[in-house]
């Protein structure tokens, strides 16, 4: 079992949805959860950073997290075509530089 | 404001030949640097990081290797490139310390032929 899973999609919406993004992991140590936004052939940019359980917004973004399901999601609500990327979702426990962990990536596209 | 810089954007490399790729960071100092390398369909697999000049940390056996000269570059090489290595290569940075923010810079597309 991957420590980090997410569907890789691809995943398409029309302009103006509401768009669900998920990662699930096992291992429970880890307490730090980011998305990053990744265009193609460019750097990931961190979208959101949050740490523990609950939620966070951030303009059109909500990243949400479940400790007790090891469950994570990012909401995008009014979707834009400027939004297809394809989203990474990342979690650390926080003790080493070394032990961050990365999803493959949910490729979005929004449709005008 | 922080910025990183990597070069180039993308190279094409017959296979046995030497690499060299660059990453500076501009407005911090001393941060901790990072390569990663990106498969397609795969999560982003960490290559090596760097706390200080010299620190290197290997996460992968390979034939790639990593230097740090100086307090903000970053350099990553190989010596003979294989068909394997062949991928997106990343350079990232973080303030030094534990749970920090990581910013990627814009990627290395290489293909070994």
């Known amino acids: 079992q991957k420590e980090v899973e997410q569907d890789p999609g691809p995943l398409s919406v029309p302009e103006g949805a509401i768009v669900s993004l998920n990662c699930t992991y096992s291992?429970?140590?880890?307490?730090?959860f980011m998305w990053y936004r990744q265009y193609s052939r460019k750097g990931p940019e961190l979208l959101m950073y949050?740490?523990?359980?609950g939620n966070k917004e951030d303009g059109r973004f909500t990243a949400q997290v479940d400790k007790s399901s090891k469950y994570i999601s990012l909401f995008i609500r009014d979707s834009q075509p400027s939004d297809s990327a394809t989203y990474l979702c990342a979690m650390s426990v926080g003790r080493t530089n070394n032990d961050m962990r990365f999803g493959a990536g949910t490729r979005l596209t929004v449709k005008p | 404001s922080q910025t990183i810089h990597q070069w180039p954007a993308t190279l094409v490399q017959p296979v046995g030949s030497p690499l060299s790729l660059e990453c500076t960071v501009e407005?911090?100092?001393?941060?901790?640097l990072y390569w990663y390398r990106q498969a397609a369909g795969r999560g982003l697999q960490l290559l090596f990081y760097?706390?200080?000049?010299?620190?290197i940390s290997s996460e992968v056996p390979q034939n790639l290797s990593a230097s740090r000269p100086q307090d903000r570059q970053f350099i990553l090489s190989s010596k003979k490139l294989l068909l394997s290595d062949s991928g997106f290569y990343l350079c990232?940075?973080?303030?030094?310390?534990?749970?920090?923010?990581?910013?990627f810079g814009s990627g290395t597309q290489l293909s070994v032929l």
């Open positions: 760097s706390v200080g000049i010299g620190q």
């Open positions: 949050t740490y523990s359980s």
């Open positions: 990232a940075w973080s303030r030094t310390g534990l749970n920090e923010k990581l910013f």
């Open positions: 291992n429970s140590a880890f307490q730090y």
């Open positions: 407005g911090t100092s001393n941060p901790n």
